[in-house]
């Protein structure tokens, strides 16, 4: 099942099928990384996931070099396998991994449970078509690897995502309206 809801000027267009070609169009979804409108941390997330998910994105991490550091409290370790990490004590503080697919793009990926992989990313530093088309290749990877929704939600309204990786489409699309401002 396709998860495309449409994507105004970039509809039928493939991620990787001409260089240059933008999963989507900054003037067409601005409002979505509008912190006034969305919170200036929304989520990202693969629901339905699985600890092997979990290191699947560890090893895409590993493998496509991103600068990334790993933190247990404010204590930076080597990255750890993720059945390790998602074993802690329940009471244990939630640790986090920092990565930076450019060097001013962060995503910060929190291990709070094996069944959904999340992550934070600032809407500030994902302003003008350029920063768009880095975060949309971010999310294509991720869900590429891992053969699965990669969705964003507003801060603080889980569960109603603008946009994501499609599967079936193979490229990040809108799942809502553009909100006209």
Not at 21 to 47: E, H, I, N, Q, Y
Not at 59 to 77: I, P, R, S
Not at 129 to 147: A, K, N, S
Request: charged fraction near 30%; aromatic fraction near 8%.
């Amino acid at each position: 099942m396709s998860l495309v809801k449409g994507n105004g000027g970039a509809s039928g267009r493939r991620a990787g099928q001409h260089v240059g070609v933008a999963d989507l169009l900054w003037d067409d979804v601005k409002c979505f990384f509008d912190p006034d409108l969305m919170g200036s941390l929304p989520d990202v997330r693969v629901p339905d996931a699985s600890v092997e998910d979990w290191q699947a994105v560890l090893d895409l991490v590993a493998e496509k070099d991103w600068k990334c550091q790993y933190y247990e409290g404010e204590t930076v370790l080597p990255v750890p396998r993720a059945e390790a990490v998602l074993s802690r004590p329940a009471d244990a503080e939630c640790p986090d991994l920092r990565v930076w697919p450019t060097p001013d793009v962060l995503a910060i990926f929190r291990f709070h449970a094996d069944d959904e992989v999340d992550c934070d990313v600032d809407l500030r530093e994902l302003q003008g078509q350029e920063r768009l088309d880095v975060f949309c290749g971010f999310l294509r990877e991720i869900g590429r690897r891992l053969g699965k929704p990669v969705l964003m939600d507003p801060e603080g309204d889980y569960g109603h995502p603008v946009l994501g990786f499609d599967v079936e489409a193979d490229r990040v699309v809108l799942l809502a309206d553009p909100q006209v401002r």
